[in-house]
């Protein structure tokens, strides 16, 4: 039994069972291969029988196909399948002989005579009338004494000329011309100069700004500025190759001229922190009142007239300000007079700015006031605002122990008083020729700071002697003892009592 197995098996192609076995086999025009497996094409063409006379046999895959025949006119070839002129005259298949020039034409060529050459002229390989080089032949048609120049189609004779040394003879020998060294190479110029063609000859210069040098045989450099000194430049010149170059020192600009020197203005720069003046070649700077110029000369710094003045500006403190200074007094007490220097007192007594009782008396010191009370001791009565009287005189022992009056004194003095300082004075009054004081302190003066002086035989003084550190307030009792013919004088008895206040120097 046969049975067509599925799928191709073993095949190229088909494959059927044959008694349990496979057999393979191939499509219409194929034929199975000896191996038994693959298919190979049959060319059809191969037959005679497979086309008629008149067609053409094309083998393809598994088939084949028959093509009418193309059949080409004379003088055409085919040429895939179309059919085209034959060019004779390139392919050289015509037969055109040596005097005539082949022109082909669609399927065929015609033969043209070739033109003949005019005399002088020569036909060359492709036909074309050339010029003949009489000259240039083997035999000169010209005699020795003459040259011979060719000429289109012809020649001419021309009387040879000698030509000097740095010229030659013109091209038609007719003259001599300039031989031009420069141009063809022909000088002897060295490195670095320039050649310049002259009649007959040439000449060898140096380029602007060198000089030749006979020895070296070469050119060298020439320092302008060292030949022509103070002509090329207003401030500084500079040497370079082949020339030199005109500089300007600091505060100057080169010129538009490129020679001289023009300011520059450098205060347009603000170089200064305050005020500047342009001067030539330079600026200088300067400072406003009240301030100095520092070493680096644009600073402007302020001046301390508290610190640097040699007098006193202020008769209290000196307040340094920017560019000035300015005076001030204490907070209380003092107010600046119109001076704008000095402080003046305010007298609080006069003003009433006080704070005194109606029993108390109100006593101005420098920068503030004192409220005091006047209180007689027993036995003494008030006279005054600053006496008291004793008022009698029970018995002779105390007339010489008390004294007649106390009278009360207020000071004030600043506390850089110069000492030793003069305090007052006291004596008797009206005085006598044989009078005689005693001055004491008798109260008051525990720290050492008074002392007592005799002026003279009735005059008595107290002295401040010790510096005093301020504000501080002090009260003394001075007694001045008479003694009148050398008997004391109890009626001319004193005694002041002395409150003293020392007030801050200003």
């Not at 060019?87 to 015509?94: A, G, L, T």
């Not at 920017?322 to 007490?333: L, Q």
């Not at 704008?340 to 010191?365: K, M």
Request: aromatic fraction near 8%; charged fraction near 20%.
């Amino acid at each position: 039994n046969t049975v067509l197995l599925s799928g191709n098996g073993p095949c190229e192609q088909h494959c059927t069972s044959v008694g349990g076995r496979p057999q393979c086999s191939c499509v219409p025009g194929f034929s199975l291969q000896a191996d038994g497996r693959t298919c190979e094409d049959i060319n059809e063409c191969s037959s005679a029988r497979a086309c008629q006379l008149s067609e053409r046999c094309v083998n393809t895959v598994g088939s084949f196909t028959c093509q009418r025949l193309i059949t080409c006119p004379p003088g055409h070839q085919i040429n895939n399948d179309i059919c085209e002129d034959i060019n004779e005259c390139v392919q050289q298949s015509h037969n055109c002989g040596p005097g005539f020039e082949c022109v082909n034409t669609e399927g065929s060529f015609r033969c043209n005579p070739k033109p003949r050459c005019p005399v002088g002229f020569s036909q060359d390989a492709q036909g074309s009338c050339t010029d003949i080089d009489e000259c240039g032949a083997g035999a000169q048609p010209c005699s020795l004494a003459f040259n011979c120049i060719n000429t289109v189609g012809s020649y001419m004779c021309q009387r040879k000329i000698i030509c000097s040394r740095g010229y030659h003879a013109s091209p038609d020998g007719a003259r001599c011309i300039d031989v031009d060294e420069c141009q063809g190479g022909l000088h002897r110029c060295g490195e670095g100069q320039l050649c310049h063609n002259l009649p007959g000859s040439y000449r060898c210069e140096c380029q602007t700004g060198y000089q030749y040098d006979s020895f070296r045989r070469t050119c060298v450099d020439v320092n302008e500025c060292w030949r022509y000194p103070g002509r090329l430049c207003a401030q500084t010149c500079e040497n370079t190759p082949g020339s030199y170059e005109c500089s300007c020192t600091s505060g100057f600009r080169l010129s538009g001229d490129g020679k001289n020197c023009e300011d520059v203005n450098e205060c347009l720069g603000n170089p200064c922190s305050q005020e500047c003046a342009n001067i030539y070649g330079s600026y200088q700077c300067y400072c406003r009142q009240g301030y100095y110029l520092r070493e680096d000369g644009n600073t402007c710094e302020d001046i301390n007239e508290c610190s640097q003045s040699i007098g006193q500006l202020c008769t209290y403190k000196c307040v340094n300000v920017p560019g000035s200074y300015r005076c001030a007094c204490p907070e209380y007490g003092y107010t600046m007079s119109p001076n704008g220097r000095s402080c003046r007192d305010i007298d609080e007594c006069t003003t009433g700015a006080h704070n005194c009782s109606l029993a108390e008396t109100c006593y101005n010191i420098q920068g503030g006031h004192r409220c005091l009370s006047l209180s007689c001791p027993p036995n003494y009565r008030k006279v005054s605002d600053t006496r008291c009287e004793r008022i009698s005189c029970p018995n002779y022992l105390d007339c010489q122990n008390t004294p007649l009056r106390i009278t009360y004194y207020y000071l004030s003095f600043q506390s850089n008083i110069v000492i030793p300082a003069q305090i007052f004075r006291i004596g008797p009054s009206p005085a006598y020729s044989g009078d005689n004081v005693i001055v004491s302190i008798t109260q008051g003066n525990e720290e050492n700071y008074f002392s007592t002086r005799k002026l003279n035989a009735y005059t008595g003084a107290v002295y401040l002697h010790r510096q005093v550190e301020g504000p501080r307030d002090f009260f003394i009792n001075v007694e001045m003892k008479l003694w009148r013919q050398g008997t004391p004088a109890s009626k001319n008895n004193n005694f002041r009592e002395a409150e003293i206040f020392i007030i801050p120097a200003e």
